[in-house]
């Protein structure tokens, strides 16, 4: 979804509300490096109690792709870090959990920020009685 709503941005980068999106999305790549950071330490601290954990992940991970809300190769990058904690037998619970943690949040921020520009490009709701109103204004109303 990043990579989309960057394509569909770029046509109206001059327009102040779209580089605020811009900077949005900035800030949730800067969030999946983040993840990134904080996953590595992992690889030397601890074994990992059980698959189902690291499972877990790759649903979140693979969920979080599917809706386009972390970007593909962001999402790889991951999932080969987990794949290589995995094969050493070293992740902490901790990070897991603080990865799951941050995975939620991004995706959050990325709905968040959907919403914003659905928003931004559809325009805010019209209450009927404004659009009688401005129909008058404009002389003619719908029925």
């Given at each position: 979804?990043?990579?989309?709503?960057?394509?569909?941005?770029?046509a109206a980068e001059a327009d102040s509300d779209w580089q605020?999106?811009?900077?949005?999305?900035?800030k949730l790549e800067t969030q999946i490096d983040k993840l990134e950071t904080q996953l590595a330490p992992a690889k030397g601290n601890a074994k990992i109690s059980n698959g189902e954990e690291v499972g877990q992940i790759r649903v979140a991970l693979e969920e979080a792709r599917s809706k386009g809300k972390v970007s593909k190769e962001k999402?790889?990058?991951?999932?080969?870090?987990?794949?290589?904690?995995?094969?050493?037998?070293?992740?902490?619970?901790?990070?897991?959990?603080?990865?799951?943690?941050?995975?939620?949040?991004?995706?959050?921020d990325a709905n968040n920020l959907w919403e914003k520009?659905?928003?931004?490009e559809t325009g805010p709701p019209v209450a009927e009685e404004d659009a009688d109103s401005v129909a008058i204004c404009v002389g003619f109303k719908l029925d």
């Amino acid at each position: 979804m990043i990579s989309h709503l960057k394509n569909s941005l770029a046509a109206a980068e001059a327009d102040s509300d779209w580089q605020l999106f811009n900077e949005e999305i900035d800030k949730l790549e800067t969030q999946i490096d983040k993840l990134e950071t904080q996953l590595a330490p992992a690889k030397g601290n601890a074994k990992i109690s059980n698959g189902e954990e690291v499972g877990q992940i790759r649903v979140a991970l693979e969920e979080a792709r599917s809706k386009g809300k972390v970007s593909k190769e962001k999402n790889d990058t991951l999932e080969a870090q987990l794949a290589a904690a995995k094969e050493d037998g070293k992740a902490s619970n901790k990070m897991i959990a603080n990865l799951e943690t941050e995975l939620t949040a991004v995706k959050e921020d990325a709905n968040n920020l959907w919403e914003k520009i659905v928003n931004f490009e559809t325009g805010p709701p019209v209450a009927e009685e404004d659009a009688d109103s401005v129909a008058i204004c404009v002389g003619f109303k719908l029925d």
